[in-house]
């Protein structure tokens, strides 16, 4: 080794700068291995306690989301609705809080808003709503469910130009893609409203106009 130093210093090498560029290196070539034994830890971890699986729907608080579709030993692979892989260090997933929506319970729970003119007649119409919602394939119904996870459309709120509406329905996985469901209800609520001449209201306002006298 002393040789090697002597070939170097005669060579020109400025010993005490590769010393520190060594030393850099060296820090650097630890932080680098340090988060890749993290990622490999991380994703035993994952592995044994199967907090999370391939095709589990998963967001993380910074709004990051998708369906897992991959799980190594160094990363998770995410699929986001619009065909992009989100790459995420399995570290994240030991270090920082997400949710699972379809881990343990594949049964999700959304809910459709809008809003009908002052003079509908509310009883009808939100069993209309309720029939409708009910009618649809996908949404969970029927008596043998609990009766908070049955399709229900209740007054939410008095609006400055109608009545709010809040729809609630249970369904099986996310509601996206070929699991569309919200947007298929909207439509069959619209047409319920429409063959049963119900308004939805939009926003108006009465202007006063006050004259000066003169």
Do not use: C
Request: aromatic letters at 8%; hydrophobic letters at 45%.
């Amino acid at each position: 080794v002393g040789i090697f130093l002597l070939l170097l210093g005669a060579m020109g090498i400025n010993l005490t700068a590769l010393a520190v560029f060594g030393g850099a290196l060296g820090v650097g070539l630890g932080f680098g291995l340090q988060k890749i034994a993290a990622n490999f830890v991380s994703g035993l971890i994952i592995l044994f306690d199967r907090s999370i699986t391939p095709g589990d729907y998963i967001a993380f608080e910074d709004g990051h989301s998708g369906t897992l579709r991959e799980l190594n030993m160094r990363s998770a692979t995410l699929e986001t609705f619009d065909g992009k892989d989100i790459i995420v260090p399995n570290e994240q997933f030991i270090t920082l809080p997400f949710v699972n929506w379809t881990h343990n319970n594949k049964k999700q729970r959304y809910s459709l808003e809008f809003s009908v003119a002052y003079k509908t007649d509310l009883h009808t119409m939100l069993r209309l709503v309720r029939e409708a919602v009910a009618s649809h394939p996908k949404v969970l119904s029927g008596p043998e469910l609990p009766i908070e996870e049955r399709p229900d459309a209740e007054i939410s709120s008095f609006g400055d130009s109608g009545v709010n509406i809040l729809v609630e329905f249970w369904m099986l996985g996310i509601d996206d893609g070929e699991n569309r469901v919200g947007a298929d209800l909207l439509l069959m609520i619209w047409d319920v409203l429409k063959e049963n001449d119900i308004e939805i209201p939009f926003p108006q306002r009465d202007v006063r106009i006050v004259r000066a006298e003169p």
